[in-house]
């Protein structure tokens, strides 16, 4: 009689950049704060890892209200970079963040070269992060962000500084609202980033058409959610076949399916955001849904699928 | 470890109040064990991915062990979907959240303040500490007020229901907050006063101003568009007084009303309407 040997469990782990993860999963700067707010829905160490809320030199009070609108499967989102500053990130919030065994990632800014190398020289030896990711591309903040993250110069000069600063991994998070996002993205590989993080949110706007004004107080916001995920995986595809640096896919992931679409574009992780809002425990069914796809497929190891779409 | 804050929740009940009003009964265990009045739930209305959020909703009472209860009228999509969700339907919930009333001691006399939809977390706390509370609730005519039944339910375990409409065809002629005012001015002895108000910014603005021209404590309960209602996405933030902002979600919904800077909640006038005389 023929014995039913049962399929071995499908090997999830990757090194990203120099940082080992668990699995490919990760959360979304913005999305996840600083991880305690999910603590009791989900065990954090079970994610590959966490991609902590924008952190600046100085604190940031954030945008007046209303800084979110609804939008056909989406959301556009003007909250201002609220956060409590670095100093306060590595004194309040990053100690929680060490105690569970995941890799965490510091998501950071700042308003002039000066203030980005500051953070990360501050973020550098800090025991307990696994790398930095840095927003080049957040389309809020009126001056800072948006500038150097459509400028090939400026990004460049930015990436290259922050280099400098920092030994640890350094991945670039790109804006994608710029004509051709691969351009940025040798920008960041020429200025030494050891990976690249796509896509930040879409610039967008909605109006109230009785008031005739705009529905957010800052006018124009973020887009995120399931509508841009075909624009997302697009530019993760265009960008992974332009530069070999590994790629963090992410925008509008909702299921294990849809992360599949990034990671055979060319992702090698992907980061869940907006999907956090609806259903906490999002991260965790982006995960299983991953694992169901290989099982489905019979592929045991994740690399094996990086950027195996076929074309032609 | 998986949290009981956020699971199915079976409809029980759905029916029209009266008034535009919806009454919407809803198992959840969790959130009928250890919900307190001020506290909220987020509600998700499809299962696909528009809309895409939940929507908070004022818990207005808790029925039994295992049930709470809403009251709602439509206001968009999310709201208007809602209605056409039967008994046995299941949706998504995510409750209690937020900070609830500060709970008022035997002594207290609470001065409950409601404005439009804003009754059912006064409602809730009517019916836990309520005996001793006069309720203060005003529209612009008889069918803008709460439904008949939350009204009667109000009448049933508080000292005293004040009624006021703007045209008079229900109670007194005039603005809730006149008609707190002209209550207050009367009380000799205000010091055991603590007023709890619901409803739009511009009436829990000025009854902020009015609690503190005669230095009673004011909690308001601060309505804001909300996405993840956990306090992760910094969303709903509300302005307050000593600089920055705090989430109505998590900080709130429940604030001390000296705590908020009102001059950001102005509601802005509408430009190609003209103000009436």
């Known amino acids: ?312 | 470890m998986p949290s009981s804050r956020f699971h199915k929740a079976t409809i029980l009940a759905h029916e029209s109040a009266g008034r535009g009003y919806y009454r919407l009964v809803l198992r959840a265990p969790e959130a009928a064990a250890t919900a307190l009045p001020g506290q909220f739930v987020m509600l998700r209305v499809s299962e696909n991915m528009d809309p895409l959020l939940a929507r908070p909703f004022g818990i207005s009472s808790v029925p039994s062990r295992s049930s709470i209860e809403i009251v709602y009228r439509v206001v968009g999509r999310g709201t208007a979907l809602l209605t056409g969700m039967g008994i046995g339907r299941a949706l998504n919930l995510l409750g209690p959240l937020g900070r609830g009333f500060p709970v008022p001691d035997k002594d207290t006399m609470p001065a409950l303040v409601s404005g439009g939809s804003g009754f059912p977390p006064l409602h809730f706390l009517s019916q836990r500490a309520g005996s001793r509370a006069h309720l203060f609730v005003g529209a612009k005519n008889k069918e803008c007020l709460p439904p008949a039944g939350i009204i009667k339910s109000f009448k049933e375990v508080t000292a005293k229901v004040h009624i006021a409409t703007e045209d008079g065809s229900v109670g007194v002629r005039g603005m809730t907050t006149d008609l707190l005012n002209a209550f207050l001015t009367r009380m000799e002895q205000k010091t055991h006063l603590v007023i709890y108000a619901c409803g739009p910014h511009a009436m829990l603005a000025a009854v902020g101003r009015i609690a503190a021209e005669h230095s009673i404590t004011c909690y308001v309960s601060i309505e804001e568009r909300m996405a993840c209602g956990l306090g992760a996405c910094m969303g709903c933030s509300v302005p307050m007084r000593a600089g920055g902002y705090k989430r109505a979600c998590k900080d709130g919904p429940v604030f001390d009303s000296r705590e908020i800077d009102w001059s950001e909640q102005v509601v802005l006038p509408i430009p190609h309407v003209k103000k009436k005389l």
């Not at chain 1, 009689?1 to 090997?11: D, L, W, Y």
């Not at chain 1, 100085?58 to 609804?70: A, H, S, T, Y």
């Not at chain 1, 000069?157 to 400098?164: E, G, Q, Y």
């Not at chain 1, 995986?233 to 992410?250: D, H, N, S, T, Y």
């Open chain 1, 1 to 312: 009689m023929k014995r039913i040997i049962p399929a071995s469990k499908p090997t999830l782990s990757i090194d990203f950049a120099g940082i080992k993860l668990k699995n490919p999963v990760l959360t979304a700067s913005g999305t996840f704060g600083y991880g305690e707010e999910f603590a009791e829905f989900i065990d954090l160490s079970r994610l590959g890892g966490v991609i902590v809320k924008g952190i600046s030199l100085k604190p940031i009070k954030g945008n007046p209200p209303p800084r979110i609108w609804e939008t056909p499967s989406g959301m556009l989102n003007a909250i201002g970079l609220e956060n409590p500053g670095v100093d306060v990130f590595l004194s309040e919030k990053l100690p929680y963040l060490r105690k569970c065994d995941t890799a965490v990632i510091v998501n950071m800014f700042g308003y002039s070269l000066e203030e980005y190398v500051g953070v990360a020289e501050r973020l550098d030896g800090a025991p307990g992060i696994s790398g930095i990711e840095v927003n080049i591309s957040c389309p809020n903040v009126k001056a800072g962000g948006m500038a150097f993250g459509t400028d090939l110069t400026a990004t460049f000069d930015l990436l290259s500084a922050v280099r400098k600063a920092t030994r640890l991994p350094l991945i670039a998070k790109l804006s994608p609202n710029v004509t051709d996002v691969t351009d940025f993205a040798k920008a960041a590989r020429d200025a030494g980033c050891d990976g690249l993080s796509l896509i930040n949110t879409l610039l967008g706007m909605a109006i109230d058409v009785r008031c005739r004004r705009p529905r957010l107080a800052n006018c124009t916001g973020g887009l995120s959610g399931p509508a841009i995920r075909p624009v997302a995986v697009r530019m993760v595809w265009q960008v992974a076949r332009a530069v070999p640096l590994p790629i963090i896919g992410m925008g509008g992931i909702v299921t294990g399916e849809d992360a599949m679409e990034f990671i055979l574009a060319g992702a090698s992780a992907v980061a869940v955001g907006t999907a956090n809002f609806i259903n906490p425990r999002a991260t965790l069914e982006v995960l299983s849904g991953i694992e169901r796809v290989m099982a489905e497929q019979g592929v045991g190891d994740i690399k094996s699928l990086i950027g195996k779409v076929s074309v032609g």
